[in-house]
């Protein structure tokens, strides 16, 4: 028959110092281990012991903005850091003299609390919405308003008067080089490369512009033509159906698209059922300006340059 020791008060005992020993031992050895500090997000200053680290200069970076963008990094972080040494400062001496207890400070608190809110939730809804599908549909469905327009390659020669135009057409129908001429004689901006205005859709000139230019076979010139800029001597290089740009070519103007549509189209959500009293006007505009719906201001993929 097999007889089992029983488990003794002082066996329970030794295995109960055995542990504690082990545990010890571990927190010897551990305190060998140097303690690491945070290396991702180390301390840069301290202003009477109030730490400023690397997530600090980096959220004042990016608060700063525009005012920081023709400085190198180093330059830029020196920078930001002696502001925010400075802030810490002019803060605590603020403190000290009891402004946050203005009524001007509240107000603008209580501002500039709202805005940080606002901007972070319509930030977050932005983001949420802006999904490789939700971008993929609203490039397709552009394309297929762009696809098959017609565009024309031209170059124009521009001048202030009709004998001016007279003189210029006078002289390419002896065998002038018109690209040359326009660099010599046009008033046009674009004088320097000739005269070109690359490809453009009927909708992106002047109305006079376009309908010549439409008009003409490649190769061919036209005659003097007046448009509101002066007089214009047109020239057709090529003509082409219009195609899509690539989708990564314009997968940021798409994604600032989707954002600021999400963005407007939350606010008119939330304006539907919020209660809008508008003091400044009569009952009945207050009502409809209640219920207008915030408008997108998305970034124009296929956007037209400026007329001419």
Known sequence: MTSSFPETKTGLRLGLASAAVAGCLGMVLLAGVPVRADDSNPVLAKVNGSEIRQSDVALAEEELGPSLAQMDPATKKDNVLSFLIDMKIVAKAAEDKKVEDSQEFKKRLAF????????????????TATTDDAMKKVYDEASKQITGEQEVHA???????EDQAKAIEDELKKGADFAELAKKKSKDPGASDGGDLGFFTKDQMVPEFSSVAFSLEPGKISDPVKSQFGWHIIKVEEKRSRKAPEFDQVKGQIETYVTRKAQADYVAK???TAKIERM???AETAKTEAGKPEAAKPADSTAAPAKK
Request: charged share 30%.
């Open 280 to 282: 400044d006007q009569p």
């Open 270 to 272: 939330l304006r539907q």
């Open 155 to 161: 170059r124009h020669i521009l001048v202030e008067t």
């Open 112 to 127: 500039t609390r709202n805005r940080l809110l606002m901007d972070t939730l319509l930030g977050q809804e932005g983001k």
